[in-house]
């Protein structure tokens, strides 16, 4: 007799850490279960997200009552379904939990009609783009929102600058990479989009956050979808046009 049997094998030693995992997350109030959850699972791929158990367990916590919860599966859920479609290549994640994809993504359209939060509700306008799976940059654009910045090159084919630009609290406009390290510094306003000149998914966005009450949401995406100034050569851009170039 060996004492192979004794020793548990990788493969049950990790089945066990996920599933201890997502059972501390599901109860709430874990945030450490939360940040494994995304190391594991996302950053560093040490848990398999193919196993059947990740999503089963995400979408349940999805539908449960408590928004905290909910919104962190949600989110995660459609983080892990972008990236596998990015990984592979292929959409075979997605198309193999149909099932849980879609109640999960009927879930994100349920609380986002409900939440107050400004953050939790940009986070659920991500995780429905996430979900429906027709962009890899949601989580580029609403992170901008959240942050209420985004770090951007010129689209100068010459790589002209670095540059920010801001959107929220410290004011509407773009700057020099080293804005923070001197007082003086030269800001360029925005130019927002004109709400009834929006289109496509910018169209689509503005009038999801206002339907949904969240008004300071819906400006902030006529700056994500208008154009700054390069503070470097007074270039205008599109600003989500560079979001979208930087993510890929
Ligand atoms: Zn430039």
Do not use: K
Not at 154 to 178: H, K, M, N, Q, T
Not at 180 to 189: G, H, K, N, R, Y
């Amino acid at each position: 007799m060996t004492t192979s049997s004794a020793v548990p094998r990788a493969d049950d030693a990790d089945s066990d850490r996920l599933r201890a995992l997502l059972e501390r997350a599901a109860e709430g109030r874990d945030s450490q279960a939360w940040s494994d959850l995304w190391t594991e699972l996302y950053h560093n791929g040490s848990l398999d997200v193919t196993r059947p158990l990740v999503l089963h367990a995400l979408t349940d916590m999805a539908e449960d009552d408590h928004a905290d919860t909910a919104v962190s599966a949600l989110l995660l859920a459609g983080s892990l379904l972008v990236q596998a479609d990015q990984r592979y290549e292929t959409r075979n994640l997605r198309d193999r939990h149909a099932t849980d994809v879609a109640r999960l993504l009927s879930a994100a359209n349920r609380w986002r009609q409900v939440t107050a939060d400004r953050n939790e509700y940009c986070h659920l306008l991500e995780a429905v783009l996430n979900l429906e799976g027709g962009i890899d940059w949601a989580q580029d654009l609403f992170g901008g929102v959240v942050g209420e910045e985004y770090e951007l090159e010129c689209p100068d084919p010459d790589g002209c600058a670095s540059l920010w630009v801001i959107i929220g609290e410290r004011g509407f406009f773009s700057v020099a990479e080293d804005y923070a390290l001197s007082d003086d510094v030269e800001t360029f306003p925005l130019h927002p989009a004109d709400p009834r000149a929006l289109e496509g998914l910018g169209r689509r966005l503005y009038d999801l956050a206002l339907a949904d009450g969240h008004e300071e949401v819906a400006c902030a995406l006529t700056y994500a979808f208008g154009e700054a100034t390069c503070p470097e050569c007074e270039r205008r851009f599109s600003v989500i046009g560079q979001v979208v170039a930087s993510s890929s």
